[in-house]
């Protein structure tokens, strides 16, 4: 899609439309769309008139699937045998100090009790939870060494979405679309999708653009005619050609008395023009009737467990070739049970989470894969922590831990087949290769050609970053 | 004195290093810190820090350039002109000039009334009157108080992941409202906020004053939360808020290191923090004994009404609970229930931890027992309906009875301040005193010394009060000098400093700075009253300029507007612009103050709001359907669940002060505007009203653009507006509907000339 078009005519109506192309031609047409609708207006010298990436990019696009709650390393990806000989004993002191949202003071060991095989090229553990992972063994870049500074759901959420535990700062989709801009003219750039039984605890914070200006946050996207909020009118009178004639009237008057070069005016005449082509590409790029069956098959979306994980991964992949830069795709929210948050009974609640999203995950990889579209399509699993060696209340449920977890890596620019970090003996704290939040989100920002450190917003007093004031790229992961 | 040695060493040493950050990031601020500051004393040892900085000078007395001038405004700004060989925009019409007076003032547009009334009046008063009646208008503390909560960061509710809402919030929001309405002066404005409780003890409306330092988010979930760090957040919250509104600091960066521009010194974060260091936040009751009897009456009254339909649940259920908690036994493993068969004297402590963990996994929870239900439509009808009859009688509990939300001080035994490096409470450093920052004190600076602590009350240190007295004092170089700044911000624009809240070495260097310092002057001279400030700016000629940069010198030379030499044209905030929305389309609710109004919410935003337990509704819509009608600042703020009107016209988070809030253009807007329910309605409503207003289609148009522009429509903009309401054969009503729609949605509608 090219960037630099001028708003295309759509169902031409009348003089007005004509006259506003004419304009469109001469008034404003030196300046394309997608730079008008960057402009801001009364801010303080806007520092990215056109935003692009410092370097040459490795992936143009990406998708965050965001396992909420926090999936159990161990298991997942990171068996530990060790835990088998521990199991039902008090934690050895000599893992040192574990902490975790509401452990007591001498837990007692919880082995896995999954099956365990090594799969692909590089021989990567996966437990049967996964099995539709296996194939794609040498496709992901598995990171088991991850570290965050919460392990309260909320602060972790946002620190895995903004690199700071509190809310309020601008969200890694909103960086990246501030930085980079955007590829569609007629989608938003930064889409979200939450699942239907509920959001994740951190809420709309997780998707916000901070200080940045509105435009960069997450726009939530849902299955159905009405994709997103206020797309249409809740009212079955106001048809298109209605609206059509409501917009070509508003521009009417809007260019009665427009002065040349008044960019301000000139985008928001543009911004109707792309609320309307959005109001007709929206709902076809979550129309999956236009899928084949195969397709559909392939994401599980026939089938109630994979229905509706299926589904939000195949609008992401329409989504994503359609030119949205980000897309948060959530698994977990709402009660519970409908989280990663496995603190009665990990294999109850990991069986039931699997089973709705490895088959449409895997299923992801493999479409993007096929359609040429995984070169340059970063694509990220995790949650906001990992998970407890050690029991909760000796229960079968783990607890909170977010000083060693996994998370994988796929697609633009990252080494597949790949593992890196460790955890010790029982999967605890990282032993090698920490990679702390701050350095995936530096690591992330150079798959999408922006150096973490430049790419700054000044607020405050100072000059905010994604990274805060740290973060190094983890070349381990870069191919 | 060897320790910064030492670090200065340490810092050059490491120097190369430095874009890693691995050794001394610490020294090496030190280092730029005194650059900036320019202190030679600092490399001696001395603990003093001085700065030629401009902000931390005294405020200068300065003359008026030319006193004949009407308005010493224009006097200040026609020199620079001058200088500049730059010429003022003509003025703007009456008409915009009412439209914009209106809009800054009260954040309505004026009626056709209005508007009438002012053209009439040709006398030169005619301005001053409406700027009097503006003033005096009870809109205007409510138009002014949405900025200040922008500072403040008010919300109705905690934020965060329970996002717990807060019943009493809105008095401070309220209170707020009263205070500039009757122009409380800001000195005392300031001290009740920082100080309510020591300054005036024992006093209702000081204690809800004081709720600015809590309008902020604050963190409250179960779980092992270190008791120190949370407190050390709030301190710093509430440190940094007073910093940035009240002093125009970004004190907040010297949490963790030495402030990396300005001449503040972790020490100096921590000496400011220390009086805060034996607040409480807490909500003591402020009812009356009859609102306590009152409630637990009306309470009881509906528990009883609630117990039999409860009960009928828990009987229907109970067989579900029953199937499901047998149906869990039977999943034990033998070990697991041959633990659960010992007696709990026979168990080891491990067998004990095993017991109590089955117990859990064997608990019954909702999710099961609805799925469960889900297979039996019947008995889920009956428990839907049971869960829906319990749910209307829940939400007609009475609302608590009042407490104040505050920051308040309940002994004078004070834990000790200590910096902390990097910000960390596990590494605690030097022991510190409440101070202000040394470098507001410093010999060559101007602000006067902290006064002694004072006590107007045993209980408490004072400390909050002095310091509160310390930033009132008319002396002091940064308060006035920054609220004078945001009163122009809002009505020009931007400030005379561009960076509202940061007067600072990487704040913007004020764009006249002797008018600056005049009004500020002048702030003093009127007893810190701001409404005289608000009635010199709006009467300046300056203000009463044209916005549109038209094809002229002055545009070449000056595109930014830097000089003021025409107005700024300024797009309506987000509640100005709903506001604006209800009241040309007749259906603005004028009621003032109470708690917030729980509006409709799009319904994929409702469900957005968190909840882990099963809740029929989680956003009860206010029964009353005028109160949906009433100001946006009335509006139930929920942290996390923002409006989508308002979020897509850069309404703050609410997460942290927002001094000068976003503009952007996006197509959510559009959307919000065009299709919301609320614009909708808004649309049929306006023309609702405009039938009733007159039989002739052109006296119709005329009266729409009265109220939207604040003007008569052109013969050619009738006529098109005629042409497009007749060239379509839907009824009358939906014709005009589209009309007005469209004109919500007009760039000129949406922007204040």
Known sequence: MNPHSVPRPVSGQGWSRRDFLTRAGHGFGALALADLLRIEAAAPAPRRLSPQAHFAPKAKRCIFLFM?????????????????????????????????????????????????????????????????????????????????????????????????????????????????????????????????????????????????????????????????????????????????RIIDFTQELNRRNLRQGDAELEARIASYELAFRMQAEAPDAVDLSRESAATRALYGVDQPATADFGSRCLIARRLLERGVRFVQLYSGGGPVAWQWDAHDDVNANHERMCGATDKPVAALLTDLKRRGLLDDTLVIWGGEFGRTPVSQKGSRGRDHNATGFSMWFAGGGVKPGTIHGSTDEIGLHTTSGRAHIHDIHATILHLMGLDHTRLTHPHGGRDERLTDVHGHVIQGLLA | MGKIRRDIRSAQASFRFWPERSVSFRAWLLIFSWFVAGSGSVLCGSPSVASDHWSFQPVRAVPIPSPTRHNPIDAFLDQRLRERGLRSAPPASREAWLRRVSFDLTGLPPTPSERASFLAD???????????RLLASPRHGERWAQHWLDLAHYADSNGFELDADRPDAWRYRDWVIAALNRDLPYDEFLTLQVAGDEAAPGQVEALIASGFGRAGPREEVAGNIDPEVKRQDELTHVTSTIGSVFMGLTIGCARCHDHKFDPIPAADYYSLQAHFAGVQLQDPPIYQPEELTRFQAESNRIRVLIQPLAEARKKLEQPYRDRLRAAKETGLTPQEKAVRAKRKEDRTPEEQRLFEGTSTALNVTWEEVAEAFAQHPADHQQREALKRQIHDLEIQMPPPPARAMSMVEVTNRLPETQVLFRGNVKAKREAVEPAPPRVLVARRGGAPAPPPVERLDPTRSGRRLALARWMADPSHPLTSRVIVNRLWQHHFGRGLVATPSDFGARGARPSHPELLDWLAGELIRNQWRLKPLHRLMVLSEAYGRDSDPVDSTSHRSDPDNATWWRMNRRRMDAEGLRDSVLAVSGRFDGAAGGPGVRAPLEPEVRELIFTEAEVVDLWPVDPRERNHHRRSIYLMRKRNVPYPLLNAFDAPDAQSPCPERAVSTHAPQALALLNSQFAQKAARDFANSLLAHSDKPSLRVEEAYLRCFGRKPTTSEIKAAIRFIQADSRPEMERWTDFTLALLNTNEFIHVP
């Open chain 1, 68 to 244: 909420v709650g926090g999936p159990s390393q161990m298991d997942l990806f990171d068996p530990k045998p060790a835990l088998d000989r521990l199991h039902g004993q008090r934690l050895p002191p000599s893992f040192g100090k574990i902490h975790s949202q509401f452990l007591e003071s001498d837990p007692l060991c919880l082995r896995s009790t999954r099956t365990w095989g090594r799969y692909g090229q590089c021989g990567m553990d996966m437990s049967d939870l996964i099995p539709h992972m296996r194939p794609h063994a040498d496709d992901i870049a598995l990171l088991r060494s991850c570290v965050v500074d919460s392990v309260i759901h909320a602060p972790a959420q946002y620190q895995m979405s903004s690199g700071r535990m509190f809310m309020g700062h601008p969200s890694l989709g909103s960086w990246l679309t501030y930085g980079l801009g955007s590829i569609s003219d007629n989608l938003p750039a930064f889409v979200v999708m939450s699942q239907p039984q509920g959001t994740p605890e951190g809420g709309a914070p997780c998707w916000s653009s901070g200080y940045l200006p509105a435009r960069h946050q997450g726009t939530l996207f849902r299955p159905g005619p009405n994709p997103i909020v206020n797309l249409a009118p809740d009212n079955s009178a106001f048809t298109r050609s209605r609206q059509r």
């Open chain 2, 122 to 132: 040709r006398s030169q008063k005619a301005r001053e009157r409406v700027v009097d």
